[in-house]
Every structure is written in C-alpha cells, then in structure tokens.
C-alpha cells in the first residue's frame, strides 16, 4: 500500500511565498509522473503543475514564471515553490502521483489536500 503526505499549506500575504511537498510512501517500486492540482471554493479542481520522471515540467498558464515544481526521486517527493502568490491561488492543493508498486501495480493516488489562503 501506498500512502501520500503533503505539508507546507498556510496562510500568506499576497506576493509572498509558499513551498508545498508531498512524500510518498509505501510499496514503492517506481513513481512516473507528480503533479499538484487545485481547487477553490464553489470551482473544478484544476491541474496546476506536472513533473514527469525523466523532470520535464508544464504548468497551468496563470502560475507560469511564479511556480515551479520539481522532485526527489530518492525521498519519493514532489515540492510546489509558489513565488508571487495572489488572492486567485487560494484553494486546497492536492498532489497526485503514478505510481508503480513492488507487486507491479499501477495507479495513481491522491494526497489528503493543504489549504493555501492568500491575502489580499
């Protein structure tokens, strides 16, 4: 069994900085692709930042220039630095990977959610 935990969620002023992570653990094998989604209140959750394993990267237009996204391949984790935040980057992220475990299955899993809440 594979389990996700993130960290890093928090209350900030807008223009501040906030660095989100996400560790997995369990019965790993491999992890393909890490990404963090978002939703905010009353809206569909969105896809804000993809990893891929061999670290190609693509990020939702409105965060381009002030997120990056990157991982650890050795700790199992995936980071989302999120510069210049903004009132609209409120919201619960989510990360989500692909994983690969020790008994050859594949699926994606879920983190619990952190809640980013952005002052204006």
């Known amino acids: 069994q594979v389990q996700l935990v993130e960290s890093g969620g928090g209350l900030v002023q807008a223009g501040g900085s906030l660095r989100l992570s996400c560790a997995a653990s369990?019965?790993?094998?491999?992890?393909?692709?890490m990404d963090w989604h978002r939703q905010a209140p009353g809206k569909q959750r969105e896809l804000v930042a993809t990893i891929t394993s061999g670290g190609y990267t693509n990020y939702l237009d409105s965060v381009k220039g002030r997120f990056t996204i990157s991982r650890d391949n050795a700790k199992n984790t995936v980071y989302l630095q999120m510069n210049s935040l903004k009132p609209e980057d409120t919201a619960v992220y989510y990360c989500?990977?692909?994983?690969?475990?020790?008994?050859?299955?594949?699926?994606?899993?879920w983190g619990q959610g952190t809640q980013v809440t952005v002052s204006s």
């Open positions: 369990g019965s790993i094998f491999s992890i393909n692709t």
């Open positions: 989500q990977v692909m994983v690969i475990t020790t008994a050859r299955s594949q699926y994606y899993i």
